[in-house]
Nanobody, 121 residues
Framework: QVQLVESGGGLVQPAGSLRLSCVAS????????MGWYRQAPGKQRELVAT???????NYADSVKGRFTISSDSAKNTVYLQMNALKPEDTAVYYC???????????????WGHGTLVTVSS
């Protein structure tokens, strides 16, 4: 069974920085992509950033130039470095992993439980 453990959320002042981490553990053949999504109160979940196994990245326009996604394949970990945070970045941030199962090699998607980021003075 594959599990995701997120960490790094918290309270930060505007213009501050936070770094989120997400570790995937368990049995899987390979990870194809990892990413971060967020859901603010009263809003739908939205993409923040993704990174493929080949290193290709994709960002929401609202975070380009401020957030950086990276991964460590040896540790099955994805990071989100968030700089110049704004109050509108306040949300629950969810880790997402697309992986292939062992044996069947079926593609599966898994979500973390979320970590709260609050940007406020």
């Amino acid at each position: 069974q594959v599990q995701l453990v997120e960490s790094g959320g918290g309270l930060v002042q505007p213009a501050g920085s936070l770094r989120l981490s997400c570790v995937a553990s368990g049995r899987f053949a390979r990870i194809n992509a990892m990413g971060w999504y967020r859901q603010a109160p009263g809003k739908q979940r939205e993409l923040v950033a993704t990174i493929s196994s080949g290193g290709s990245t994709n960002y929401a326009d609202s975070v380009k130039g401020r957030f950086t996604i990276s991964s460590d394949s040896a540790k099955n970990t994805v990071y989100l470095q968030m700089n110049a945070l704004k109050p509108e970045d306040t949300a629950v941030y969810y880790c997402n992993v697309v992986f292939r199962e062992t044996v069947t090699l079926r593609s599966r998607e898994l979500w973390g439980h979320g970590t709260l980021v609050t940007v406020s003075s």
